[in-house]
């Protein structure tokens, strides 16, 4: 209680921390990573790869904050993916189709394979809005049912065998560069763009804050909010068909068991990034950091030569700390 | 400071709480003694309930001690004044719904044998002595989830006495309660006395402090203002304490209702909640509507606003018969509601006053879905100079903001959308009583403007002060509709305790 | 409510018990479906394969009534397999000891990050799930062949029911038992119904939340036990996608996913319809792939059943309090 300057000033810096303490942990990551790996997590060529490995799970973070900023969850969101990576992939190739054995998709051609994924997602997203909104079932049962049953859906849509020849578009797509960055990055930058814009400046946006923040002071307030919970799940399974295109474009491969990790991550680094599981908090650019922190530290353990298992292990622990950090910091 | 009496069972010395900006306690004063009521009153904000979490452990005190059984400590946390017989009756977090009565009651303090196994029929017995002391009837495996409000409350007090607390704190106990229950908690808390138990009253109403009260303690402004015996107590000296200088609770101003009906109510019902309810409502007219809690009125504005449909009779609004589909169509129509609970219900606490105001509009401040935040900001800004809401910015979380405040933001809400028929639900309910002039003040602003309001209230003097016509319910029917100008407390509390049902019809 | 006729009190008390009305309903559909159903080798076969999720299951819906999640079961089952496996030359009793310690540790981490470090349980546990099985596939990417003569005896054993349905059952019985008559227990549900006032009535909440994570490890532990008995080895990919599992099995046998509520004989039952399920298809020969999608049309139909029922109850409180 004596100088009053020098205490306020270190709380200035306190509560500047607080506000920004994502960002100092994510700058304090690259500081750590870049000097451990000799700088060569910072070479450009490896930043790209960051980026090109972060696309699909962004995407797919993207259309998770919008459901749990309504206090929802969508852990169908990996399923939507794979299965529209699936019909994209077989659809679209007559090569493809004749390796299926006993699948059910007929030969479509490109852009009709694609419109029958991005139009299956919608369906997907709007009967977990309705079963949600309607039936009241908690999202956490609702979407794993749903996942669970596009899983099975994914598997005899092709036999139960992988998707190896797409079309030439997908990959051709994913491997296009402009300014030394493949065409997958642009995606989804573009999207993230597009839906941090969404959050933060339209009614829409706004609406689902109020939503996830005060459900029943929405409804008093005229909010629609069914409707706007049901666009909500309806736009992350859109975005789920969106990373599942880009799945395909990146690997040129996808068999029904390659979700298995993506959920996961995607939750991971919705929560790293701040956006709360009860709803009303959180915004696109914090997610999107969060996950390019998970992002580079799987990088950064691959540039280390840590065994890929161990890598699982340590993510873990890093995932609890970073949480355990920004609440710390975050707190009062 | 009586020298002849037994020590206190608790006594609070020179506490002091500190949060970012405000003092909260100033060095405040307090003493229990065993077997009294001491009422603690004051307005919001005054310290009471930060008093209360410092005495239930939920805040660390910044200095002074807190002398229990002998004992002095500097601060106290919920399991030590567990063990120290301290018991606190909250309306929220009160008992474990998914639990039974007996489970509910020995929670936390089960006859075990090895530590661990629970001794099920020697509770069972306790509980049935413990019942009888109070004359409560309750089967002890029903599960807490059936129980009305009122119910609840019994259990929790027979759980403190089972606990066998020396000092039992009560925070409002009476908000969700009818005359009739509270009469009944008060002849509960009468055996409780006779059982040497404490208890600190804390309560906005000072009607029942002055029916129980064996003490009164005033606070203001975080600091310890008077304690007198009750026999010293006036309602008007309470009053004077509270808010520092003596205020005219009952000013009635002009009436500013026109011949122009607004709404026309015909025979509405919902099934299971009110019926047979008929009304006119008129431009710039205030309509109260009185009764006891539980008499189906806040039944009826849900209903006006679209959130039960009606089972029978029609809404008529402007000369048209409407059919409302929800709180949309409500609004639409010029609707506006300030629900009760205001924190549950009315805003969004996590969002910036300015959004909370802009909510019912938030399609006409965007162009093909993108938010204007220019005009949503000098929408926000003119309500705010409007209302005088005291918030230091418009971005600023609701939350934050104190509960006269928080209602402004609500009614500047509707004031946003256009709203023309405005309906109130207790909207001074824990409003501390400056903040409550300055909204009667507004209702009457806006009905001179040529507003219409229907108010819900339960607070009687504020009913008489504010409505031209007082509807008084009685059981979910309508039992007779007073001028406001004539009408007083007496004739409204004999109509509001009549039973319809056995032959008034509307 | 006593002056009902006993019929109709009757027909509600039977209303009352839904789950077990569907399980009845789905013995008697796969009884019609297939002959084979009914044989003894059939359910013994039957009860063999539900063993190792009904314990996994049992340890999730603990931690669920206490309001919570465990996310981490099925990893630290694998786990706890392979640290049997790899440690059974130093004796078959130490490497059990062992396996149940891991399993234990796992879970009262879990118990110290949630309570400890405020972090919301389904994260926490994503994450130990991530550690679990990232030590298991660090031990060993294979499973780990088990050739001990102690092993191999237990897993041929079998009296009426083989010994990982043993485990099961003694699990299960352990646990009803401590639900109906332990303090702890008690607790439990108080935690998952109002944290907040199980506190203030005492109940150290930290320490019921920290020990409910523990046990679920330890019976992990115990299901990776199991696991070798049942398979003869150690398996780091052993029980993939389960944790889910558990959680669906649990919701179809009734449990409040938001704590509080649920009874063990009921999850029980949950799990068994969950496993019927595949076998009657297996038995019908319908392409195993539709099983995934049956799964969550009973999931759906659990949730929506269980909602149901809570609306119910919230309509009878409302009328109560009008009467």
Same mark, same amino acid.
């Given at each position: 209680?004596?100088?009053?300057?020098?205490?306020?000033?270190?709380?200035?810096?306190?509560?500047?921390?607080?506000?920004?303490?994502?960002?100092?942990?994510?700058?304090?990551?690259?500081?750590?990573?870049?000097?451990?790996?000799?700088?060569?997590?910072?070479?450009?060529?490896?930043?790209?790869?960051?980026?090109?490995?972060?696309?699909?799970?962004?995407?797919?973070?993207?259309?998770?904050?919008?459901?749990?900023?309504?206090?929802?969850?969508?852990?169908?969101?990996?399923?939507?993916?794979?299965?529209?990576?699936?019909?994209?992939?077989?659809?679209?190739?007559?090569?493809?189709?004749?390796?299926?054995?006993?699948?059910?998709?007929?030969?479509?051609?490109?852009?009709?394979?694609?419109?029958?994924?991005?139009?299956?997602?919608?369906?997907?997203?709007?009967?977990?809005?309705?079963?949600?909104?309607?039936?009241?079932?908690?999202?956490?049962?609702?979407?794993?049912?749903?996942?669970?049953?596009?899983?099975?859906?994914?598997?005899?849509?092709?036999?139960?065998?992988?998707?190896?020849?797409?079309?030439?578009?997908?990959?051709?797509?994913?491997?296009?560069?402009?300014?030394?960055?493949?065409?997958?990055?642009?995606?989804?930058?573009?999207?993230?763009?597009?839906?941090?814009?969404?959050?933060?400046?339209?009614?829409?946006?706004?609406?689902?804050?109020?939503?996830?923040?005060?459900?029943?002071?929405?409804?008093?307030?005229?909010?629609?909010?069914?409707?706007?919970?049901?666009?909500?799940?309806?736009?992350?399974?859109?975005?789920?068909?969106?990373?599942?295109?880009?799945?395909?474009?990146?690997?040129?491969?996808?068999?029904?068991?390659?979700?298995?990790?993506?959920?996961?991550?995607?939750?991971?680094?919705?929560?790293?990034?701040?956006?709360?599981?009860?709803?009303?908090?959180?915004?696109?650019?914090?997610?999107?950091?969060?996950?390019?922190?998970?992002?580079?530290?799987?990088?950064?353990?691959?540039?280390?030569?840590?065994?890929?298992?161990?890598?699982?292990?340590?993510?873990?622990?890093?995932?609890?700390?970073?949480?355990?950090?920004?609440?710390?910091?975050?707190?009062? | 400071?009586?020298?002849?009496?037994?020590?206190?069972?608790?006594?609070?010395?020179?506490?002091?709480?500190? #949060?970012?900006?405000?003092?909260?306690?100033?060095?405040?004063?307090?003493?229990?003694?065993?077997?009294?009521?001491?009422?603690?009153?004051?307005?919001?904000?005054?310290?009471?309930?930060?008093?209360?979490?410092?005495?239930?452990?939920?805040?660390?005190?910044?200095?002074?001690?807190?002398?229990?059984?002998?004992?002095?400590?500097?601060?106290?946390?919920?399991?030590?004044?567990?063990?120290?017989?301290?018991?606190?009756?909250?309306?929220?977090?009160?008992?474990?719904?998914?639990?039974?009565?007996?489970?509910?009651?020995?929670?936390?303090?089960?006859?075990?044998?090895?530590?661990?196994?629970?001794?099920?029929?020697?509770?069972?017995?306790?509980?049935?002595?413990?019942?009888?002391?109070?004359?409560?009837?309750?089967?002890?495996?029903?599960?807490?989830?059936?129980?009305?409000?009122?119910?609840?409350?019994?259990?929790?007090?027979?759980?403190?006495?089972?606990?066998?607390?020396?000092?039992?704190?009560?925070?409002?106990?009476?908000?969700?309660?009818?005359?009739?229950?509270?009469?009944?908690?008060?002849?509960?808390?009468?055996?409780?006395?006779?059982?040497?138990?404490?208890?600190?009253?804390?309560?906005?109403?000072?009607?029942?402090?002055?029916?129980?009260?064996?003490?009164?303690?005033?606070?203001?402004?975080?600091?310890?203002?008077?304690?007198?015996?009750?026999?010293?107590?006036?309602?008007?000296?309470?009053?004077?304490?509270?808010?520092?200088?003596?205020?005219?609770?009952?000013?009635?101003?002009?009436?500013?209702?026109?011949?122009?009906?607004?709404?026309?109510?015909?025979?509405?019902?919902?099934?299971?909640?009110?019926?047979?309810?008929?009304?006119?409502?008129?431009?710039?007219?205030?309509?109260?509507?009185?009764?006891?809690?539980?008499?189906?009125?806040?039944?009826?504005?849900?209903?006006?606003?679209?959130?039960?449909?009606?089972?029978?009779?029609?809404?008529?609004?402007?000369?048209?018969?409407?059919?409302?589909?929800?709180?949309?169509?409500?609004?639409?129509?010029?609707?506006?509601?300030?629900?009760?609970?205001?924190?549950?219900?009315?805003?969004?606490?996590?969002?910036?006053?300015?959004?909370?105001?802009?909510?019912?509009?938030?399609?006409?401040?965007?162009?093909?879905?993108?938010?204007?935040?220019?005009?949503?900001?000098?929408?926000?800004?003119?309500?705010?100079?409007?209302?005088?809401?005291?918030?230091?910015?418009?971005?600023?979380?609701?939350?934050?903001?104190?509960?006269?405040?928080?209602?402004?933001?609500?009614?500047?809400?509707?004031?946003?959308?256009?709203?023309?028929?405005?309906?109130?639900?207790?909207?001074?309910?824990?409003?501390?009583?400056?903040?409550? #002039?300055?909204?009667?003040?507004?209702?009457?602003?806006?009905?001179?403007?040529?507003?219409?309001?229907?108010?819900?209230?339960?607070?009687?003097?504020?009913?008489?002060?504010?409505?031209?016509?007082?509807?008084?319910?009685?059981?979910?029917?309508?039992?007779?509709?007073?001028?406001?100008?004539?009408?007083?407390?007496?004739?409204?509390?004999?109509?509001?305790?009549?039973?319809?049902?056995?032959?008034?019809?509307? | 409510? !006593?002056?009902?006729?006993?019929?109709?009190?009757?027909?509600?008390?039977?209303?009352?018990?839904?789950?077990?009305?569907?399980?009845?309903?789905?013995?008697?559909?796969? !009884?019609?479906?297939?002959?084979?159903?009914?044989?003894?080798?059939?359910?013994?076969?039957?009860? !063999?394969?539900?063993?190792?999720?009904?314990?996994?299951?049992?340890?999730?819906?603990?931690?669920?009534?206490?309001?919570?999640?465990?996310?981490?079961?099925?990893?630290?089952?694998?786990?706890?397999?392979?640290?049997?496996?790899?440690?059974?030359?130093?004796?078959?009793?130490?490497?059990?000891?062992?396996?149940?310690?891991?399993?234990?540790?796992?879970?009262?981490?879990?118990?110290?990050?949630?309570?400890?470090?405020?972090?919301?349980?389904?994260?926490?546990?994503?994450?130990?799930?991530?550690?679990?099985?990232?030590?298991?596939?660090?031990?060993?990417?294979?499973?780990?062949?088990?050739?001990?003569?102690?092993?191999?005896?237990?897993?041929?054993?079998?009296?009426?029911?083989?010994?990982?349905?043993?485990?099961?059952?003694?699990?299960?019985?352990?646990?009803?038992?401590?639900?109906?008559?332990?303090?702890?227990?008690?607790?439990?549900?108080?935690?998952?119904?109002?944290?907040?006032?199980?506190?203030?009535?005492?109940?150290?909440?930290?320490?019921?939340?920290?020990?409910?994570?523990?046990?679920?490890?330890?019976?992990?532990?115990?299901?990776?036990?199991?696991?070798?008995?049942?398979?003869?080895?150690?398996?780091?990919?052993?029980?993939?996608?389960?944790?889910?599992?558990?959680?669906?099995?649990?919701?179809?046998?009734?449990?409040?996913?938001?704590?509080?509520?649920?009874?063990?004989?009921?999850?029980?039952?949950?799990?068994?319809?969950?496993?019927?399920?595949?076998?009657?298809?297996?038995?019908?020969?319908?392409?195993?792939?539709?099983?995934?999608?049956?799964?969550?049309?009973?999931?759906?139909?659990?949730?929506?059943?269980?909602?149901?029922?809570?609306?119910?109850?919230?309509?009878?409180?409302?009328?109560?309090?009008?009467?």
């Amino acid at each position: 209680m004596t100088g009053p300057g020098p205490q306020a000033k270190l709380r200035d810096a306190r509560s500047l921390a607080q506000k920004h303490a994502l960002l100092l942990v994510f700058f304090g990551f690259i500081i750590v990573a870049g000097t451990i790996s000799g700088g060569r997590f910072l070479a450009p060529s490896n930043l790209a790869v960051i980026l090109f490995q972060t696309s699909v799970v962004g995407v797919l973070v993207l259309g998770q904050v919008m459901v749990m900023l309504v206090a929802g969850i969508d852990l169908s969101i990996a399923a939507v993916a794979i299965l529209a990576a699936v019909a994209m992939g077989a659809a679209s190739s007559e090569r493809q189709i004749m390796m299926n054995l006993g699948g059910f998709l007929p030969f479509l051609g490109l852009w009709p394979a694609i419109a029958i994924a991005f139009a299956g997602a919608i369906l997907v997203g709007v009967v977990n809005g309705l079963m949600v909104v309607l039936l009241r079932i908690p999202a956490f049962i609702a979407t794993l049912a749903m996942s669970l049953a596009l899983m099975g859906v994914a598997t005899l849509a092709t036999g139960g065998g992988p998707v190896n020849y797409p079309d030439r578009f997908f990959p051709d797509f994913g491997f296009q560069r402009i300014l030394g960055l493949p065409l997958p990055v642009y995606l989804f930058l573009a999207l993230a763009l597009i839906v941090g814009f969404a959050l933060a400046r339209t009614s829409f946006g706004t609406r689902l804050y109020a939503i996830g923040g005060n459900p029943r002071a929405a409804r008093l307030s005229g909010i629609p909010v069914r409707t706007v919970t049901v666009l909500a799940y309806t736009l992350c399974a859109l975005l789920g068909a969106v990373a599942g295109f880009l799945f395909l474009a990146r690997t040129g491969v996808v068999t029904p068991g390659s979700g298995s990790g993506l959920l996961l991550t995607t939750i991971a680094s919705a929560v790293v990034g701040g956006v709360n599981l009860y709803g009303g908090k959180g915004s696109i650019f914090n997610a999107v950091i969060g996950t390019l922190l998970l992002a580079g530290l799987s990088n950064l353990m691959n540039i280390m030569l840590v065994s890929p298992h161990l890598q699982s292990a340590v993510s873990g622990l890093i995932i609890v700390a970073a949480i355990m950090l920004n609440a710390r910091l975050d707190q009062e | 400071m009586a020298n002849t009496s037994p020590p206190p069972l608790l006594a609070m010395r020179g506490i002091v709480k500190t #949060f970012p900006g405000v003092q909260a306690l100033r060095g405040v004063d307090f003493d229990l003694r065993s077997g009294e009521i001491h009422c603690l009153v004051g307005e919001n904000g005054a310290g009471k309930s930060t008093l209360m979490r410092v005495l239930a452990g939920a805040q660390k005190p910044d200095a002074g001690e807190i002398v229990l059984n002998g004992k002095s400590f500097t601060a106290l946390s919920p399991a030590l004044g567990h063990t120290l017989g301290i018991g606190m009756i909250y309306q929220e977090a009160d008992l474990v719904s998914g639990l039974s009565i007996l489970d509910n009651i020995f929670l936390g303090h089960e006859d075990v044998v090895a530590g661990m196994l629970l001794k099920k029929r020697q509770m069972r017995e306790e509980l049935k002595v413990l019942f009888a002391q109070l004359n409560l009837q309750f089967h002890p495996d029903t599960i807490v989830r059936y129980l009305a409000p009122a119910q609840r409350q019994q259990v929790q007090i027979a759980k403190a006495l089972s606990r066998q607390y020396r000092i039992l704190v009560l925070d409002e106990p009476t908000a969700a309660l009818t005359d009739n229950e509270i009469g009944y908690l008060f002849e509960l808390l009468k055996v409780l006395r006779a059982h040497g138990i404490g208890m600190v009253y804390v309560s906005h109403r000072l009607s029942e402090v002055l029916a129980i009260a064996d003490r009164v303690t005033v606070l203001r402004d975080g600091g310890h203002v008077s304690t007198r015996p009750i026999a010293e107590v006036t309602r008007e000296g309470l009053i004077a304490d509270m808010v520092g200088s003596a205020v005219d609770a009952d000013a009635r101003a002009k009436s500013t209702r026109t011949d122009e009906i607004v709404l026309a109510v015909r025979d509405l019902a919902v099934e299971g909640q009110f019926d047979r309810i008929s009304f006119d409502l008129h431009r710039g007219e205030i309509l109260g509507i009185g009764g006891l809690v539980g008499a189906g009125r806040s039944e009826v504005l849900e209903c006006l606003f679209g959130l039960t449909r009606p089972d029978a009779g029609s809404i008529t609004l402007g000369g048209k018969a409407v059919q409302l589909r929800g709180p949309g169509d409500a609004i639409a129509l010029g609707l506006g509601l300030v629900p009760e609970e205001r924190r549950e219900s009315g805003l969004v606490l996590v969002r910036s006053v300015a959004e909370n105001i802009a909510f019912p509009v938030l399609s006409k401040l965007s162009r093909a879905g993108v938010l204007s935040r220019r005009r949503l900001n000098a929408l926000a800004a003119d309500l705010v100079q409007r209302l005088s809401i005291r918030t230091p910015s418009l971005g600023q979380l609701v939350r934050t903001l104190s509960g006269g405040n928080q209602q402004k933001v609500v009614m500047g809400k509707w004031l946003a959308a256009g709203t023309r028929i405005l309906l109130l639900d207790e909207p001074t309910r824990g409003i501390d009583i400056n903040a409550k #002039f300055e909204i009667y003040q507004l209702i009457h602003e806006l009905a001179s403007k040529g507003m219409s309001v229907i108010m819900v209230s339960s607070d009687m003097p504020e009913l008489l002060a504010l409505s031209d016509r007082i509807l008084v319910m009685a059981e979910g029917l309508p039992v007779t509709i007073l001028d406001g100008a004539t009408a007083d407390q007496v004739e409204i509390m004999r109509h509001a305790v009549t039973h319809p049902s056995a032959g008034v019809g509307a | 409510m !006593s002056t009902q006729p006993l019929p109709a009190r009757f027909v509600k008390q039977v209303f009352k018990q839904d789950v077990l009305l569907i399980l009845i309903g789905f013995v008697a559909v796969a !009884s019609v479906l297939s002959p084979a159903f009914l044989t003894p080798n059939n359910l013994t076969n039957l009860l !063999s394969q539900s063993a190792l999720l009904g314990i996994l299951a049992t340890a999730q819906f603990l931690v669920v009534v206490c309001g919570g999640f465990d996310l981490s079961v099925a990893a630290v089952m694998a786990l706890a397999s392979l640290v049997f496996a790899s440690n059974v030359s130093v004796g078959v009793g130490p490497a059990a000891v062992m396996a149940l310690a891991t399993g234990g540790a796992c879970g009262l981490f879990n118990g110290l990050v949630i309570t400890k470090g405020k972090v919301q349980p389904l994260i926490a546990t994503l994450a130990m799930m991530g550690i679990a099985r990232g030590l298991a596939l660090s031990i060993s990417e294979k499973s780990i062949l088990v050739r001990d003569p102690v092993v191999a005896a237990i897993r041929s054993f079998s009296w009426v029911v083989t010994v990982p349905t043993m485990v099961w059952f003694a699990v299960v019985l352990v646990g009803m038992v401590w639900f109906a008559t332990s303090r702890q227990a008690l607790h439990v549900y108080a935690v998952g119904g109002n944290e907040q006032t199980a506190r203030l009535a005492g109940v150290r909440v930290d320490r019921i939340k920290i020990g409910v994570y523990t046990v679920s490890g330890l019976l992990s532990g115990l299901a990776g036990l199991a696991l070798v008995m049942r398979a003869s080895s150690g398996s780091p990919l052993g029980g993939m996608g389960w944790e889910l599992d558990t959680i669906a099995a649990i919701v179809i046998g009734g449990t409040n996913l938001f704590g509080g509520e649920g009874k063990l004989m009921r999850a029980l039952m949950g799990v068994l319809i969950y496993q019927m399920i595949a076998n009657i298809m297996n038995l019908t020969r319908i392409d195993p792939f539709y099983q995934d999608i049956v799964r969550a049309c009973v999931i759906v139909a659990a949730g929506t059943l269980g909602v149901l029922r809570q609306r119910r109850t919230e309509r009878r409180v409302l009328q109560r309090r009008l009467a």
